[in-house]
T-cell receptor
Framework: GDSVTQMEGPVTLSEEAFLTINCTYT??????LFWYVQYPGEGLQLLLK?????DKGSNKGFEATYRKETTSFHLEKGSVQVSDSAVYFC?????????????FGRGTSLIVHP | DAEITQSPRHKITETGRQVTLACHQT?????MFWYRQDLGHGLRLIHY???????NKGEVSDGYSVSRSNTEDLPLTLESAASSQTSVYFC????????????FGPGTRLTVL
């Protein structure tokens, strides 16, 4: 079945540091890929997505590129802020047999210190 | 603005009681989902629905049920609450296809004593 593997956290950084959170996947068919973010006490919300190979999703300074050859969708940001502290989930969705159930990674906690 | 709401936001109940968690969306989405979130397990799918009168079991459906009588609502019922069902529950909705974003509610924190 489909699966998503993302790096375990927590990831702890100082403000203005460069961020990478790795995400790799296995999927039957041709998935769409997503990054969701969960701030403390809230539900998940979409951060960015990409629906075909080589697409780059971007939002709020975050970027991720759909790499079919390496089955990866790594999240990057050039300069993190304290307000970026949250849990980040990588996810995929594949139209398998008419089913569109997303598969989520376990989440990576990011802590940014001033 | 369209939204997805959950109620109650916090609930404490006793073992053996029946509990219903409400989920209401105004996106007019066909697809609705219930997840539970626990430390060390991430998000786990409980039940989902692709439309009115359609319901399907997810990976952790034992002890839970749902019904879909209209587009907007997918209530989750715990038939006889157990301490193992203490968790944070999230409802989500999406449109038709695998490229579509899921929109999540704010969550319900359930404690079973």
């Amino acid at each position: 079945g489909d699966s998503v593997t993302q790096m375990e956290g927590p990831v702890t950084l100082s403000e203005e540091a460069f961020l990478t959170i790795n995400c790799t996947y296995t999927a039957t068919g041709y998935p769409s890929l997503f990054w969701y973010v969960q701030y403390p006490g809230e539900g998940l919300q979409l951060l960015l997505k990409a629906t075909k190979a080589d697409d780059k999703g971007s939002n709020k300074g975050f970027e991720a590129t759909y790499r079919k050859e390496t089955t990866s969708f790594h999240l990057e940001k050039g300069s993190v802020q304290v307000s970026d502290s949250a849990v980040y989930f990588c996810a995929l969705s594949t139209p398998t047999g008419g089913s569109y159930i997303p598969t989520f990674g376990r989440g990576t906690s990011l802590i940014v210190h001033p | 603005d369209a939204e997805i709401t959950q109620s109650p936001r916090h609930k404490i109940t006793e073992t053996g009681r029946q509990v219903t968690l409400a989920c209401h969306q105004t996106w007019n989405h066909n697809n609705m989902f219930w997840y539970r979130q626990d430390l060390g397990h991430g998000l786990r799918l409980i039940h989902y629905s692709y439309g009115v009168q359609d319901t399907n079991k997810g990976e952790v459906s034992d002890g839970y049920s749902v019904s879909r009588s209209n587009t907007e609502d997918l209530p989750l019922t715990l038939e006889s609450a157990a301490s193992s069902q203490t968790s944070v529950y999230f409802c989500a909705s999406s449109e038709y296809t695998s490229t579509d974003t899921q929109y999540f509610g704010p969550g319900t924190r359930l404690t079973v004593l």
